[in-house]
């Protein structure tokens, strides 16, 4: 299985982006999806996550109220809308595939079993 992000780019504080996670293929059961960033010099972070079917879903308190993580199964994509972006947002943002969750979704990147490239988001004051 392939994650390719995308939606990434350059904006001005208060601004917003959507990025896009899409999977290569369909798997027999949905997995539960989730993003993550690394800004330059830290480790990688939790932001959000999504369950299986989408019941389920988990921010980061730095983006509650402000970034959304949503699904669509038909088109094995997974969305973060990231509005009121803060410098402070700037990093490389990845998406992650977790192949045995059922639950809640996870925070800790060692759970997710598939990566994508990441895509860059720069927040400018």
């Known amino acids: 299985v392939q994650l390719v992000e995308s939606g990434g780019g350059l904006v001005q504080d208060g601004a917003s982006l959507r990025l896009s996670c899409t999977l290569s293929?369909?798997?027999?059961?949905?997995?539960?999806m989730g993003w993550f960033r690394q800004a330059l010099g830290k480790e990688r972070e939790f932001v959000a996550a999504?369950?299986?079917?989408?019941?389920?879903?988990d921010y980061a308190d730095s983006v509650k109220g402000r970034f959304t993580i949503s699904r669509d199964a038909a088109k094995n994509t997974v969305y973060l809308q990231m509005n009121n972006l803060k410098v402070a947002d700037t990093a490389v943002y990845y998406c992650?595939?977790?192949?045995?969750?059922?639950?809640?979704?996870?925070?800790?990147?060692?759970?997710?079993?598939?990566w994508g490239q990441g895509t860059q988001v720069t927040v400018s004051s």
């Open positions: 999504i369950s299986w079917n989408g019941a389920r879903t």
């Open positions: 992650g595939a977790d192949r045995t969750t059922v639950g809640s979704p996870r925070r800790e990147p060692y759970a997710y079993d598939y």
């Open positions: 293929e369909r798997p027999y059961v949905d997995y539960a």
